[in-house]
């Protein structure tokens, strides 16, 4: 169905209602503008475009798709570097040079590409949503070919051989072909049988983390932070060296100079765990601050669906996403733009609703399949000022289940990961740490209460220190300090870009007790009459 423009203002175009429907895609202007239906009224449709709307004009054509908008799934995703709308940006460039075209349309898989199909089910078995058809090698892992979910019926025949995306594997007794991929509404969570309540952790190398603030994969953290806190960076580290099978990360907003340097590192980094590039587990999904609003607000859709496709395949997934703050800014300025009631600071009334539906899609599930997979969320969280009680960090922490606060002080005194360890939590401390204490040591949890006692003993013998000075204190308290001390420095501090970048548990649990070793052989030496400078002296120090 096709209408006319009647009003443009910025990304906003309103045009004649011509049998739209809330959220489907359209094509805007003879340029053929990639736009979503956002609101409908008696008299006209409401429009928000993706792209540039410069040199559009009133009485220009509006074309209804009769789809919401949707991401095209299947085998080539892996490695892949996509816009918020999944074109493929490597494709563009070689096409088109380096700025995209206004109303490019080209398609995220590659149809030229051929892929080794080995069916695994036979012809006259019953089709249903979430059968798995067969699998395709993709980089280490096996990508499941399963059923869409708008067929019913019997499978009359199914190829075993080399094809192309645009070739079809089998048929259904209904005669309708059978493809490699499957489309799916960005907005719209993927089914599934039930919810698994998280079990393991995701190791993310970082001590901090791991140790005193564990995640769980299916889980969701959040970590808010002002500029120079180190964000990106901890985001790309726990990307690099989590132990998961897929990685998701989308830059919502981001700047385009982090983004290039985060890419090229990507592609020349190895895999810790499968020693292959890092890239092959990788699916990056790149909307830059110079980029339309609009395509930043649908980008984090874009990516989880891709994540939540993965997950049905029984695969444990983690989201990233840098940064939630300007996915919201984004939001806030779509809303003003359709003049919406504000909320605080002039965020839509249903952030709060948006952002509990959208970590709802975090989780670890029993596929339609019968397989297990999970999506394990890490935001970052970008308050202005480093205010966290702006509202989108407020929001946030209504759902997620882990805060790391990234403190200002620690940054400044070049302390990354800079998580500040009194305000942040995890609400899956308790359960994963009988996991590492059953699996890792027996001492696990021991430790993590002497590292938290030493270091809010250490908190109040700072302020005594800053009166009397080191001299007024008694070599006990001294002792407590050079060891809180040496937590933050040596064990709490990791360098991104140096061999302590990733931290196994093992490791972790072992530099702890070392500490803690030379904590408990020097306070035997000073009951024993023996001063603190004089215990140093003898090697007491590990």
Not at 176 to 204: C, D, F, H, N
Not at 410 to 416: D, E
Request: a negative charge; proline letters at 6%.
């Amino acid at each position: 169905m096709t209408g006319r423009i009647l009003g443009i203002s910025g990304p906003t175009v309103s045009s004649e209602p011509c049998g739209l429907t809330l959220y489907e895609r359209v094509y805007v202007g003879n340029a053929m503008l990639t736009g979503e239906v956002v609101r409908l009224e008696q008299n006209r449709s409401i429009i928000q475009v993706y792209e540039d709307t410069r040199g559009l004009a009133v009485g220009e054509p509006v074309k209804g798709v009769g789809l919401p908008l949707t991401v095209r799934l299947g085998p080539g995703l892996l490695s892949g570097m996509f816009d918020g709308l999944q074109r493929p940006l490597v494709r563009l460039r070689q096409e088109m040079g380096p700025f995209i075209t206004r109303g490019s349309e080209l398609q995220g898989l590659d149809y030229q590409k051929k892929w080794d199909f080995a069916p695994t089910i036979n012809v006259g078995e019953k089709i249903t949503h979430g059968k798995t058809l067969g699998f395709v090698k993709e980089g280490a892992l096996k990508h499941y070919i399963t059923c869409g979910p708008d067929i019913r019926g019997q499978l009359k025949k199914i190829m075993g051989a080399e094809f192309r995306l645009d070739e079809p594997i089998g048929e259904y007794d209904s005669g309708r072909m059978i493809y490699g991929w499957q489309e799916w509404p960005v907005r719209s969570p993927r089914p599934y049988l039930k919810k698994i309540p998280p079990a393991g952790p995701l190791v993310t190398g970082q001590r901090s983390i791991d140790f005193l603030f564990p995640i769980a994969k299916g889980g969701t953290a959040i970590f808010p932070g002002g500029f120079g806190t180190g964000k990106t960076i901890l985001e790309q580290a726990i990307a690099k060296f989590a132990d998961i099978d897929v990685v998701v990360y989308v830059g919502c907003g981001e700047r385009g100079n982090e983004m290039a340097e985060m890419i090229e590192e990507f592609e020349d980094l190895k895999d810790p765990w499968t020693g292959k590039q890092l890239m092959e587990r990788t699916i990056l999904v790149v909307n830059t601050s110079n980029m339309p609003v609009a395509a930043r607000e649908a980008s984090i859709y874009t990516a989880v669906t891709m994540a939540e496709y993965y997950r049905d395949m029984g695969y444990n997934v983690l989201f990233l996403a840098d940064s939630l703050s300007r996915w919201a800014e984004a939001l806030r300025e779509i809303s003003s733009s359709l003049q919406e009631m504000p909320g605080e600071e002039g965020y839509p009334t249903y952030l709060a609703s948006r952002l509990s539906c959208f970590f709802e899609r975090a989780g670890m599930v029993e596929t339609l399949g019968g397989r297990v997979g999970s999506v394990t969320m890490i935001l970052s969280v970008s308050p202005p000022g480093g205010d966290f009680t702006e509202p989108v960090t407020q929001a946030c922490l209504r759902a997620a289940g882990v805060f790391l606060m990234l403190d200002k002080g620690l940054a400044h005194r070049r302390h990354f990961p800079a998580i500040n360890w009194f305000q942040s939590y995890s609400l899956y401390s308790e359960e994963l740490g009988g996991h590492f204490t059953k699996n890792v040591s027996p001492e696990w949890q021991t430790l993590q209460s002497r590292c938290r006692e030493v270091l809010q003993k250490e908190e109040v013998l700072r302020e005594v220190f800053e009166i009397v000075g080191a001299e007024g204190l008694q070599d006990a308290d001294r002792l407590l300090m050079l060891v809180a001390e040496k937590i933050r420095t040596e064990f709490l501090s990791q360098n991104a870009y140096g061999d302590d970048a990733f931290s196994p548990p093992e490791k972790t649990v072992t530099l702890l007790r070392g500490i803690f070793e030379f904590y408990d052989r020097a306070g035997e030496e000073i009951k024993q009459g023996i001063t603190l400078e004089d215990v140093l002296k003898s090697g007491a120090r590990p």
